[in-house]
């Protein structure tokens, strides 16, 4: 499994660890048992209501910022926020391109289509 920020990982293996027991420091409730916590839960309340706003919208920048009243430059920086939070890598829309690529290149190489063909798929690629 893939670590999120947060979520501690064992340090022999690699594979996430399981909390045991937790405490507060404030008002010293302890909650024993064996569990792995959300990686949310290092979001707070703000940046959760702001996720659960991203789901109910769809994903759609463009209506959150509709919703919220604010412009979308800060409705973006704010799931950028969120998601440095979370520790999370953005999918690199360069990385899709240049697989994409390689897949045309295999399918030539295996004979699967022609020179022609792979140079009509890597120019629509390019647009």
């Known amino acids: 499994m893939k670590n999120i920020k947060g979520l501690p990982l064992c340090p022999v293996c690699n594979s996430l660890m399981e909390v045991q027991e937790l405490a507060c ?9 064996s569990f792995i916590p959300s990686p949310l839960k290092v979001l707070s309340d703000k940046d959760e ?36 939070k979370l520790g999370l890598t953005p999918f690199d829309e360069k990385e899709e391109e240049h697989l ?20 009509e798929l890597l120019r629509k690629e390019r647009r």
Do not use: H
Request: charged fraction near 35%; hydrophobic fraction near 40%; charge should be neutral.
């Open 25 to 33: 420091t404030s008002c010293e409730v302890m909650v024993k048992g």
């Open 49 to 84: 209501e702001f996720v659960l706003l991203f789901l109910q919208a769809r994903g759609n920048l463009k209506e959150m910022e509709r919703v919220l009243g604010v412009s979308y430059p800060t409705v973006r920086s704010r799931m950028e926020a969120i998601i440095e």
């Open 100 to 119: 994409e690529r390689v897949d045309v290149l295999k399918r030539l190489e295996k004979g699967e289509i022609n020179t022609k063909e792979a140079m």
